[in-house]
């Protein structure tokens, strides 16, 4: 189901924040913020931990648009916990700041199109796997009010150019406060 244009899907999840678990992790808390929503197969792996640790590198260019940057993997709050606290340069994410989200039950990526692997849903509308299910790569801009203005997927080998995230952004802002479209190629 295409997001681009609609509501983000509402979403009660657990994420971790500094090492401390939140059970009641939702969007709506940013309301007033742009949210740049990105998942990631799975914690202590190479491509995954280039792209936690890039968000971080460049979290005060996202800071300085008012937006937030929230990590989702399929991986649990516990993992996460000790992702966080192992360093780089041992497969870790210390130094990480922004919440990751625990997406344990696979809500979170279903509802945003991201899980990937063999699944149904019984009557009752309850995901069944027959397979592992971890989700690919997404993206996901959100405007201060919650709205999907830019989505993309990417393989799982291939991870993302911060720098196309951080024009999409800004492409956005400048749309939605000056009210001017953003030819190809334009920049802040």
Request: aromatic share 10%; net charge negative.
């Amino acid at each position: 189901m295409p997001l681009l244009g609609n509501t983000a899907p509402v979403i009660s999840a657990t994420a971790v924040l500094n090492g401390q678990v939140m059970r009641e992790f939702t969007l709506e808390q940013f309301h007033g913020q742009y949210v740049v929503l990105f998942f990631y197969p799975e914690d202590f792996t190479s491509v995954c931990g280039s792209e936690v640790h890039a968000f971080q590198d460049r979290l005060a260019d996202f800071k300085s648009r008012d937006a937030v940057v929230i990590g989702c993997s399929t991986d649990s709050a516990s993992t996460h916990k000790q992702y966080l606290r192992t360093p780089a340069n041992q497969g870790g994410a210390e130094g990480v700041t922004y919440p990751l989200i625990a997406d344990t039950n696979r809500t979170v990526s279903d509802a945003f199109g991201t899980l990937d692997g063999h699944f149904d849903y019984d009557a009752q509308g309850k995901l069944v796997a027959t397979s592992d299910l971890l989700c690919n790569r997404g993206l996901f801009i959100l405007d201060k009010e919650g709205v999907v203005l830019h989505q993309a997927y990417h393989l799982k080998p291939i991870g993302r150019d911060l720098d196309a995230v951080l024009r999409e952004l800004d492409a956005i802002r400048h749309l939605q406060i000056n009210g001017e479209v953003c030819m190809a190629d334009w920049k802040a």
